[in-house]
């Protein structure tokens, strides 16, 4: 049989590219041609095209006519914080979000800093693991944008979020979560400082929460105060990359 040069290339890399994934490496997958090569689809070996475009595939979008009437509050309302309720009662103009861990260019970024960044609007479901679903309009700085301005470090694998709300009455154990790479750089994964148009409510996590579209509600961390880059999460807080996941959640929750 005939196999023309492209084809025999295409399978080549993407045979590459297959182990390059299994062994955890997201380089690939961050790059435009890789990506146009997946989305033409030739000779790609039925598993590693299922598997990639699965991690690459956007979340469904919806119309205004789809919005819920009122996008409810889960979980923390108001966080139990004397330092977040005294941000809050000055619209959070102090508020500065710390960026570090495995980057180049640690840096600090003000509310006003982070809407001065391109931003981007979806509208999207957010299911509950605890049986409830809502569809709200969410406009933030998509979070691949902050990431070119900290530049990750080669060996970063995972970006930390860090928020406000204490979830033991001694103050000590604070909300968190954890992505990974492939996540962090899709291009619905963002910082939302807006709901339905208006500046983010207090019950919904402001001044941001992140919207990880392809993930379950408890990844959606709300009151970020701090994002970390790292390696590993095994040594932070209850070692399980989350606050859920450490009373045993699933740590990954997607498609
Ligand atoms: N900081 C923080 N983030 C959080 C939570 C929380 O209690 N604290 N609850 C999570 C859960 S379980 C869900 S379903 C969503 C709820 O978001 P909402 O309050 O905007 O509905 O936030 C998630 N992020
Ligand atoms: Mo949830």
Avoid at 26 to 52: P, Q, R, Y
Avoid at 234 to 249: C, L, N, R
Wanted: charged share 25%; glycine share 8%; with cysteine.
């Amino acid at each position: 049989m005939h196999i023309p040069n492209r084809r025999k290339f295409l399978s080549r890399l993407v045979a590459g590219a297959g182990l390059a994934l299994l062994a955890g490496c997201d380089k690939l997958s961050h790059s435009k041609w890789f990506t146009e090569v997946l989305s033409s689809g030739e000779s790609l070996s039925k598993n590693v095209h299922h598997l990639m475009a699965n991690r690459k595939s956007m979340a469904q979008e919806f119309s205004e006519k789809d919005l819920s009437p009122d996008f409810r509050s889960n979980g923390t309302a108001m966080p139990n914080s004397a330092e977040y309720q005294s941000l809050a009662n000055n619209d959070f103009a102090d508020w500065k979000l710390e960026v570090g861990g495995l980057v180049e260019q640690p840096q600090t970024f003000t509310l006003e800093d982070l809407q001065a960044l391109p931003s981007r609007t979806q509208i999207t479901r957010h299911d509950c693991v605890e049986g409830w679903s809502a569809i709200g309009k969410w406009t933030g700085v998509p979070l691949h944008e902050i990431l070119s301005h900290v530049k990750p470090l080669k060996r970063a694998r995972y970006v930390m979020f860090y928020c406000a709300d204490p979830m033991e009455d001694d103050g000590t154990q604070h909300y968190y979560e954890s992505i990974d790479m492939n996540d962090a750089y899709h291009p619905q994964t963002m910082l939302a400082y807006q709901l339905n148009g208006k500046t983010l409510p207090i019950k919904n996590g402001a001044p941001i929460r992140l919207r990880v579209e392809r993930q379950l509600g408890y990844k959606h961390a709300k009151y970020i105060m701090r994002i970390e880059l790292v390696d590993k999460f095994d040594q932070i807080a209850g070692g399980k990359g989350g606050y859920w996941e450490d009373s045993g959640y699933e740590w990954y929750a997607g498609i």
